[in-house]
Each structure stands twice: as structure tokens, then as C-alpha cells.
């Protein structure tokens, strides 16, 4: 454990001055909090540790330093250059990159409140957040938690006792087995006993680790294996409870704030059913579903709940709501949520500031007649994750080019991030880049800011999700407010495939690869006559060119599965400068010819509507990748004379790839089911995979042997790595 090394020190100065320029111009305080007044003669905390990383750790250094409290950051070995530790006040190291011997290392942590001499820890969310043997040491050594009580964190942590006081307190809540589940065979018997489809979950658990559903007993059995593996890992404890599934509900949940004296309001609601594998992608607040008398019967059972059991901090309440209206309890989460800006925006008061002043021991400022709801906020989090694998499987790399898209309006869109360009990426914490959150007057607005802010918004270096998140915000379910916490696999029943095109925007990114293409062969015969350039002198002026969308799924032909290749003519004017492009006789687009393609984002109009499209790589061949309503498209384009001689090419074989087992994403190999040698049946379990403490189990995509074993119990794999062979 040690204070900022010589390196460290003159890299936080190097670097401190622009971190703290982008650090501060995230978004207006003033105008968000419109409902908050800070008061500099109300006594508050010298210095609080922030026992995180990431966003969140900035998120909370960002309030305290608005309210002239200081700041001590914590930090693994491998995070020695991010950037929370960069803003906070003071930085120190506590252990080596997995979490166990860093963030979660109690001891560690504690000798580090002692030597900084900070009066007070805000946990954040996830790690040490609901530890209540992290609360109660700090509380013997007279450090505030900023925090519930560990009456109220124990009493709501434990799903079983929650489901308990939530009887007692007259909520709503969902059938199920008042216990803990034995083993595999009880689970089976008990998933009998409430009815198809039932929910097996941790205890203990949050964060939609450790939870598996079930429709059948087969489903029953294997859940429960790896609910139990996943909730060791991620909460060192393994019990599970099962209860009954709810169909096609949605997942709503009431902000509460509750003070030391008895006081308690709720902050409305956020709709968070946008889900995959439990764990939220989209939210927004409000809810298109909830009207006023249930945002208040909600409201109104979420703050009995949170007086039952003394609550005295920031908390949130989880519903599963059914298309009738009728209201469940799910669990409460007894920390500052992930999502919580969203809250923020429509009422106005900052969260974290008001945790800060409740744990020093003030009263609310706010009764609940106070709280407004005023416009609309959408959350997507941003993850480095591979939207086309299940959704979303972890990814891992370095931010090679990085620029968030707050310019586009300080005031309604908002990056909580703990990243930024050259930060990596790895497979010890969770994948989160940003939470990207845009504000509207409605919820037209908010979306439209939304779509604007994510196609601005540039990632470089490595796979993240911002392709499904673009498509979700438009598509029309979405748009209409018809979702639930099944919306994924209803809307995507094969998986996310990318952009889905219709012949118009199919036309349109055609135009714009076309003009690129074109662009980059004028630029470069400016500079150098190249003649090999598939391109004849003649031809100047006037184009023949082959654009090939073949290699992107989402826009293949579905009647006769011919390779999907767009003609086009397209004409160049030197006097004006003007791109014309035509498909079929029919002009499709003008577009200005010199503008440049280093510009990190390219804006096209045609006809109304304006694309940004940013410009990932482009090749004199005619190869291009083009992000294009947030999917990134792989598209050739060629001279007629190139594409003839491309029709008499044989085609490449085929290799078999279900007889290759790849590893979906970087992750730890947790268990290996065969031997080589061994008869595989398909869709048997081979290995299992464990990435950001998920577990996923590799099947076999077909029948065969194993033939080769390239990886061991407790390796660690990349993505896209062989791991078995079959013959």
C-alpha cells in the first residue's frame, strides 16, 4: 500500500490539467440540479474515500468536490493510471488487479482510512457496497458509511429475509418458496410445485449475477448449478431462493431517499426492462407505462418498505409489473443505483450530495410534495461488449481513439464514464465504458438526442454494444413504449444482426461509400498520379462502380441469396465540386466532393435527413468499414472492370467451424467436461467460461470426438481463442 509513485505523480500532472477540462465539462450542475441548493455553512465532511473505480468513483468526486470536500481514491495495480485517481485528491494503491486482492480487500482498505485520515467512505455500487462487515469495522473505528445501516443493508441484502419484512409490510410480492433451496433435485421439485416458468436467483446477489430462469426441469436442474457457481464467485455466498416468473412483465423501480430522523421520499420511477442475461442495457424515466395513481401506490409501498426496516440513505426499490398493472416486489438495492442520473434529471436533486448529507446526519431538505418530475432521460450504457454474440459477451482492448459526444449539448447530454482515450479494458471489472445520458422536454426529444449523441460518439480499439444500443432507440416497439423485460430475444428472436436495412437506407449508405471511395481517388491523384488505381483515365469524370454489401448479414438478399452488389453511376463536376450519384437512372444523392476524411464523423445529407457516419478505414482496393446508424458495415467497392474479373474467381472453401470450440470473449476457464478421445453428443456441455464473474458453458455445435484440448483449468483465454477440436 503506498501513496502515488514518482511515476504516477508526474504522469497525474501531466496528464491532470486536460482530464480535468474534460472532467468538467461533462454537463451543467447548475442546470441539472435545478431543485438543489448547496449550503456552504452546513457542516459536512474534511475528506471522504471513495472505495470504487470507474465512473462511479468519479461520479462521486465530482459532488464532493462541488461541495469542498476532499477526496482519497483506491486503486489496483493495474488501475495506477485511471482516471478516478487522477481527480481525487489522493491515490492509493491496494493490492494487484483481481478484485479479491484490491477493491474487496477489507484490511487494505481500512489501513488506508487510517493513514489518509478520512472521516467517511462512499462504497458507490458493487464491491464492498452492501458488505455490512465492511460497514460495521468502519463503524468501530468511528468512519461514517456513506450509507444505510447494516440493519437495513443485512435485512434487504438477503432476497429470503427482504421477501419476509416485505410480507410483513404489506407489499406486493411474488409466490414463491419462503427458503433456501437444498440442492439441484429440490430445486427441480420445488420449480414443480410453484409452476413453470419459475426464477432461480443468489440470495445475496444484485446486479443480475447468479440468476437463471427455468421452463422445464431440465433448465431447473442446470440453473440452479450455475446460479450457485455464479453466486459464489460474485458474493461468496451461495444460497439461492426460486420463485415464479412473472410473464412478459416490465422491471420498474422507485428511487427512495430516507434520512436518520424518520423522514422518507421517493424520487418517481425508472423503466429499466431493457434486459439481457438480467442486467439492464437501456433505462429511462419515467416509465411510458406507469400513470400517477400507480407511480403513487408504487411510491407509497417503497417508502413503507424502507421505514420498516429503518433505512436512512439512498435506496431503490425493483418491481416486475404485469401488463394488467399489478405490482410485485422484486428485491431493494440498498446503494446508490447504477442508473441513477436519469433520476437526477427529471427531479432535479443530486443523489450522491444528499447520501453525503443524510450520513453526516442532516435532515431531507425535500418532502415528497417537493419532488417534480420535469421532461425525459434515457441511460445507455455504453459496454465493451460483442452485441452480436448472445447480446453482449465482454471484450476486451485499449481506447485507441476516444471522444464522448457532449458537445453536441452540454446541458442535455451527460457522460458518466471512468475512461478515456488510451484506457484499457480488461477482464478483471466490469466492461462499462460510459453511461451515456440524454435529456428532452419529452421523450421524443430525449430519444432523438440519443440517436444523435451515439452516432457522434467515437470508440475505437475495441468491440463495444453501441451498434445495438443505436438500433433499439429506433426501432418501433422501442419508440412506441411496447417493451418488457423479453424485449431482446422478442425483437431479435435469431440474435442482433446489426442494422437492419431497407432498400432506401440500403441506397443511401451505398451513396455514401461511393462518394468516400471517390474522395480518396481524387485526393490521392491530386498528390500522385497512381495508375494502379483500378480506375480508367476515361473514366474521370464519369463512373461505373460495383458497391459489394455481401459480407454484412443484416442486408443480404433473401430470394434468390445472390451476393447483394449495387450499381452505380455517379458523376463528378470539378467547377462545382459535386459528387452526383444514380442507382437505376435515379439520383440518389449530391454530395460536396472535398470534404475530409480525417474528420473523426462525416455528415451526408440526402434529401432531409442527415447521416453522421464515421469513417473507420478505407483502402485504395476500395475496401471500406463505415459506421452507419451505429452498425459498423463492411463494404467493397469496385471498378466494372475489377468486378467482372471478381465474377470468374472461385469462391473460397468453407471450413466446418462446428468442429472448432472458440472461446466467445476473454474470460477464466472454470471447468472442462471431456477428455480427449471422448464421444461428444451436440448440444453437450464441453468447458464453462467465466468472464467478468458470468459463467457461460461451451456446447458442442455438433457430434464428434475430441480430438485436441488446448486449454486447462484455470487458464486464461482471449476471445476467439480454439479451445477444443472435434473430428
Known amino acids: 500500500m503506498i501513496l502515488l509513485n514518482t511515476r504516477q505523480f508526474f504522469n497525474h500532472l501531466i496528464y491532470n490539467n486536460v482530464k480535468t477540462i474534460i472532467f468538467s465539462r461533462k454537463f451543467s450542475t447548475k442546470s441539472l440540479y435545478f431543485a438543489d441548493k448547496f449550503d456552504p455553512n452546513e457542516e459536512r465532511f474534511n475528506k471522504v474515500l471513495i ?10 468526486i ?9 477526496t482519497v481514491a483506491i486503486y489496483s495495480e493495474i488501475d495506477s493510471r485511471a482516471l478516478h485517481v487522477q481527480h481525487a485528491d ?8 483481481p478484485s479479491g486482492q484490491s477493491y474487496l480487500n477489507v484490511d487494505v482498505i481500512l489501513d488506508v482510512i487510517r493513514k489518509s485520515g478520512a472521516e467517511a467512505v462512499h462504497p458507490g455500487y458493487g464491491f464492498l457496497s452492501e458488505n455490512t462487515d465492511f460497514a460495521q469495522k468502519l463503524s468501530d473505528m468511528g468512519i461514517v458509511f456513506v450509507g444505510p445501516n447494516s440493519h437495513s443493508v443485512h435485512a434487504m441484502g438477503d432476497k429470503i429475509e427482504s421477501k419476509l419484512i416485505a410480507n410483513k409490510a404489506k407489499v406486493n410480492t411474488i409466490p414463491g418458496f419462503e427458503g433456501v433451496i437444498k440442492d439441484a433435485e429440490h430445486c427441480v421439485q ?3 410445485e410453484i409452476g413453470y416458468p419459475v426464477m432461480i436467483k443468489a440470495s445475496a446477489g444484485g446486479g443480475g449475477k447468479g440468476m437463471r430462469m427455468a421452463y422445464n426441469d431440465q433448465e431447473a436442474f442446470e440453473g440452479f448449478r450455475f446460479s450457485k457457481n455464479e453466486a459464489m464467485s460474485s458474493f461468496n455466498d451461495d444460497r439461492l431462493l426460486i420463485e415464479k416468473f412473472i410473464e412478459e412483465p416490465r422491471h420498474i423501480e422507485i428511487q427512495v431517499l430516507c434520512d436518520k430522523h424518520g423522514n422518507g421520499i421517493y424520487l418517481n420511477e425508472r423503466e429499466c426492462s431493457i434486459q439481457r442475461r438480467n442486467q439492464k442495457v437501456i433505462e ?5 407505462f406507469v400513470d400517477p395513481e400507480l407511480r403513487k401506490a408504487m411510491g407509497e409501498q417503497a417508502i413503507a418498505l424502507a421505514k420498516n426496516v429503518g433505512y436512512d440513505s439512498a435506496g431503490t426499490v425493483e418491481f416486475l409489473v404485469d401488463k394488467n398493472k399489478n405490482f410485485y416486489f422484486l428485491e431493494m438495492n440498498t446503494r446508490l443505483q447504477v442508473e441513477h442520473p436519469i ?7 443530486d443523489i450522491v450530495h444528499h447520501m453525503l448529507r443524510v450520513a453526516k446526519g ?14 425525459w432521460a434515457i441511460e445507455s450504457r455504453v459496454y465493451a461488449e460483442n452485441p452480436y454474440k448472445n447480446f453482449g459477451l465482454p471484450s476486451i482492448g485499449r481506447l485507441t481513439r476516444y471522444c464522448e459526444p457532449t458537445f453536441i449539448d452540454s446541458n442535455n447530454v451527460r457522460c458518466d464514464s471512468g475512461v478515456i482515450e488510451g484506457s484499457d479494458i480488461n477482464i478483471y471489472y466490469d466492461p462499462l465504458i460510459c453511461k451515456l445520458i440524454t435529456y428532452g422536454n419529452d421523450r421524443k426529444e430525449a430519444l432523438s438526442t440519443m440517436a444523435k449523441s451515439l452516432d457522434n460518439y467515437v470508440i475505437r480499439g475495441l468491440i463495444h454494444n453501441i451498434p445495438l444500443l443505436r438500433d433499439i432507440i429506433t426501432e418501433p416497439n422501442f419508440v412506441d413504449g411496447h417493451i418488457d423485460t423479453k424485449y431482446l430475444p422478442r425483437i431479435y428472436p435469431d440474435g442482433f444482426k446489426g442494422r437492419q436495412m431497407n432498400d432506401e437506407r440500403i441506397r443511401d449508405l451505398t451513396s455514401i461509400a461511393v462518394s468516400i471511395f471517390l474522395r480518396k481517388f481524387y485526393r490521392s491523384k491530386h498528390y500522385v498520379e497512381n495508375d494502379t488505381i483500378p480506375l480508367d483515365e476515361d473514366s474521370i469524370k464519369k463512373h461505373t462502380l460495383f458497391v459489394d454489401l455481401s459480407e454484412n448479414l443484416n442486408i443480404q438478399q433473401n430470394d434468390d441469396q445472390q451476393q447483394k452488389v449495387i450499381k452505380t453511376d455517379v458523376e463528378f463536376n470539378e467547377l462545382t465540386n459535386q459528387f ?9 444523392a449530391e454530395f460536396p466532393s472535398n470534404f475530409s476524411l480525417a474528420k473523426l464523423t462525416l455528415d451526408f445529407q440526402i434529401d432531409k435527413k442527415i447521416y453522421t457516419v464515421q469513417l473507420i478505414s478505407v483502402n485504395h482496393d476500395g475496401y471500406c468499414q463505415i459506421q452507419f446508424e451505429g452498425t459498423i458495415f463492411n463494404i467493397r467497392v469496385m471498378s466494372e472492370k475489377a468486378y467482372n474479373y471478381l465474377q470468374i474467381i472461385p469462391p473460397k472453401p468453407k471450413i466446418d467451424a462446428r468442429k472448432i470450440i472458440k472461446s466467445p470473449m476473454p474470460g477464466v476457464v472454470k471447468s472442462i467436461a471431456v477428455n480427449v478421445g471422448d464421444e461428444v453428443n451436440e448440444g453437450q456441455e464441453l468447458c464453462v467460461i467465466e468472464a467478468m464473474k458470468m459463467q457461460n458453458s461451451m456446447i458442442a455445435e455438433s457430434n464428434g470426438i475430441v480430438k485436441k484440448i488446448n486449454c486447462k483449468i484455470n487458464d486464461t483465454v482471449e476471445g476467439e481463442q480454439i479451445l477444443l477440436q472435434l473430428e
Do not use: F, W
Open 580 to 588: 452526383k450519384i444514380y442507382i437505376d437512372n435515379e439520383l440518389i
Open 190 to 192: 420445488l420449480a414443480r
Open 51 to 60: 472505495a470504487n473505480r470507474g465512473e462511479i468513483a468519479c461520479r462521486v
Open 343 to 349: 433520476t437526477e434529471y427529471i427531479c432535479g436533486i
Open 90 to 97: 489522493e491515490a492509493y494503491c491496494v493490492g494487484p488487479a
Open 62 to 70: 465530482r459532488t464532493c468536490k462541488s461541495m469542498g470536500i476532499k
Open 284 to 288: 429511462e424515466a419515467p416509465s411510458t
Open 362 to 375: 442532516h435532515k431531507l431538505r425535500h418532502r415528497q410534495e417537493d419532488v417534480q418530475l420535469r421532461g
